[in-house]
């Protein structure tokens, strides 16, 4: 592989994972906490309404989830790479 | 609560101490850390681990609106308080996904560096600073006004000498340690302020709910024994005085849809926040350290939404019918700050607090309920002391950051980009300094004679900061061919349709309007999504018609997108 080519896919796996990892930030917040929350909040855990969860709790905790996934997985990916040096 | 040793010691002095305590600590670290190069002034050196970065982006990021008014807000709106919670967390995926890696292997010293190098043009430079200035100076306004509130509250000094007060700490440290001295000092900051925030949630919500952990305690049970669920309960008590329940809130989806997207947005263009990602090391660094930072920020933020559940409880029980003879000290004492207000339409002696307005006879502001709470809850009092020094730590920590901002755009950008590029590194460090100097000035004045527009505009930064800066600098890192023509095109139509959207809705100019006339049921806040779509779609359609940008640029983004190699911050 030339460097140029090297570079490509490189980014190209980059943005594969930028989209898996953003699909699950939309679901969380914007599907589970609001678009679809009246239907979530029939479900109950202890005394959180599931929807109310998502959006005052649980989206918060997927997001810090989500940083350190990418982290991982781009440390990963620069070292295929020999981008880590 | 008290033991013997303080009883009767007092809030008073408490907060005297642990104010005094901490105010020293900031100076002490300042005087170490002094800048003695632009370098440092601006980037601190380029040297900043990855952990040390996410303590100074929290406590840099949680201003005096996440720890004083934040959790006040929820506590009022119930559900939709979850803008706030998703908006302000939520925009640290998008910055450590598409944003600080890129813009730290770009290595410059400010976001307009960025957008005029990219942009290969003085043009979008200048348009970067002006969006850049008025974006923090509507943000910088409301810190200070929070220091004066802190102030007045607790040390019983009037609320402009509490400004003051404010302003010369702050010209200390940021002027003497540029970002070098307020990223240590932040590191300091965060320690104060989250302890602080967490100590009285954690008491409270033992009081509660028997569960030491608030994030845990507002889904659980009452400890009184009766199997309630709180948050069932507060929905009870909710309805009872005519309000919506708490867990269904009152906006409609589209409004909390596109107020989330636009807080989230803003964030990650907010250029006190990206510079932050300036000051580490390597590439790798940038991802890990905003991580951290989402990490210790979500400490709080999960905490905030359980702090309101338990204060607006507590102060539903302890006011809501009962007489007004048998209030307790707390509510007469911020009865003299005016913010909480008490009018006794019916003579009857006895406290209605309800929806309906005429009969409603009780005033609370939504600032002062993380600063009642512990009162409320009758914690002793070296906890409410230790809420008045987390309150200013994280006021003041956020208009430092915002300062430096200030400072280096006009000195960094302005000056030795634009006017004069022969200026020597130790003129510009001089005029760094004397912008942050000025800027401080004119954030007091800001502060002492609040314009009504300040409160309503910090809000509304985030609509500006995603109206102009967040698609210029997402279209530039990941669209190789867009061009200056496009970048400045959408940035300053994004920028004036937000300034425009506001400036009717909030105060009235080109014929005003009531909620009932806003464009498609979208709020002037949740208005920020809206203008970075126009920005967008406008970008790349007068992107088509125009020339591509040039080879060098195209080949500067590619490099960019590789992480190897990131030197250190240049001019």
């Known amino acids: 592989m030339t460097n140029k080519e090297k570079a490509k896919a490189y980014w190209k796996e980059n943005i594969r994972y930028v989209l898996i990892l953003l699909s699950i930030w939309f679901l969380v917040s914007f599907a589970a906490g609001i678009l679809f929350k009246d239907e979530l909040n029939t479900i109950r855990v202890g005394g959180f309404k599931l929807g109310f969860w998502f959006a005052q709790q649980g989206s918060m905790y997927v997001f810090v989830v989500l940083i350190f996934v990418y982290v991982r997985l781009m440390n990963k990916l620069d070292k295929k790479y020999g981008y880590d040096a | 609560m008290h033991s013997l040793l303080v009883e009767g010691f007092g809030v008073q002095n408490w907060t005297y101490i642990l104010v005094g305590i901490t105010f020293t600590l900031y100076i002490g670290i300042a005087i170490w850390a002094r800048a003695g190069s632009t370098k440092e002034f601006y980037v601190a050196g380029g040297g900043v681990s990855p952990l040390a970065n996410g303590m100074a982006t929290a406590a840099d990021w949680m201003s005096a609106a996440s720890f004083i008014s934040m959790a006040g807000i929820i506590s009022f709106d119930g559900y939709d308080g979850a803008v706030y919670l998703m908006g302000w967390t939520g925009g640290y995926v998008l910055l450590a996904l598409l944003l600080a890696p890129y813009l730290r292997k770009f290595g410059k010293f400010t976001v307009p560096d960025f957008i005029g190098d990219r942009y290969y043009s003085n043009t979008a430079r200048l348009v970067g600073v002006i969006c850049a200035l008025i974006v923090s100076f509507t943000y910088v306004a409301g810190q200070m006004r929070g220091v004066g509130l802190v102030f007045s509250r607790f040390l019983e000094v009037d609320i402009n000498t509490g400004v003051i007060i404010g302003m010369i700490i702050v010209l200390f440290y940021a002027v003497l340690g540029g970002m070098k001295g307020i990223t240590y000092t932040q590191v300091a900051q965060y320690c104060v302020l989250i302890f602080a925030f967490m100590v009285p949630a954690i008491f409270i919500s033992i009081q509660m709910t028997g569960n030491p952990i608030p994030q845990l305690g507002f889904g659980s049970q009452l400890a009184d024994g009766s199997g309630t669920y709180l948050l069932d309960k507060l929905d009870g008590l909710s309805t009872d005085l ?35 990602f300036f000051t580490v090391k390597k590439v790798k660094d940038a991802r890990k350290s905003a991580g951290l930072a989402l990490l210790l920020i979500v400490i709080l933020y999960t905490a905030a939404p359980a702090v309101s559940v338990f204060a607006r409880t507590n102060m539903i029980e302890t006011v809501s019918n009962q007489p007004y003879a048998n209030m307790p000290e707390w509510f007469k004492k911020w009865e003299t700050t005016g913010l909480i207000v008490f009018n006794d339409k019916n003579n009857d002696g006895i406290i209605n607090y309800v929806v309906d307005k005429n009969k409603n006879e009780l005033k609370v502001d939504k600032d002062i309920m993380v600063l009642a709470n512990p009162e409320i809850a009758q914690l002793p009092d070296w906890v409410i002391a230790l809420v008045a020094a987390g309150a200013l730590a ?25 006017i004069n590029p022969k200026i020597s590194e130790k003129g510009e460090l001089i005029a760094a300094r004397l912008a942050a100097v000025i800027a401080v000035c004119v954030a007091g004045y800001f502060g002492i004679n609040p314009p009504g527009f300040v409160a309503a505009t910090v809000a509304l930064a985030f609509g500006l900061a995603a109206a102009s800066f967040f698609p210029a600098i997402i279209l530039g890192i990941f669209y190789k061919k867009m061009n200056k023509e496009g ?85």
Request: aromatic share 10%; proline share 3%.
């Open chain 2, 242 to 276: 005519g309000f919506s329940e708490y867990t269904e809130g009152s906006k409609s989806t589209i409004d909390v849809f596109a107020i989330t997207l636009a807080l989230m947005v803003g964030t990650a263009g907010l250029p006190h926040v990206i510079v932050r």
């Open chain 2, 394 to 418: 994280a006021a003041l920590s956020t208009a430092a950051g915002l300062l430096l901002v200030i400072s280096a755009s006009v000195s960094h950008d302005l000056i030795k980009k634009m």
């Open chain 2, 487 to 571: 970048a400045i095109a959408g940035m300053v139509i994004g920028i004036l349709c937000m300034l425009f959207y506001m400036t009717k809705f909030k105060f009235g100019w080109f014929g005003g309007g009531e909620k009932a006339d806003w464009w498609f049921g979208i709020s002037p806040e949740g208005f920020g999504t809206v203008a970075m779509i126009i920005n967008f779609v406008l970008s790349i359609v007068i992107m088509k018609f125009t020339p591509d940008s040039p080879e060098d640029v195209q080949e500067i983004v590619e490099n960019i997108r590789i992480p190897s190699g990131a030197g250190k911050a240049t001019h």
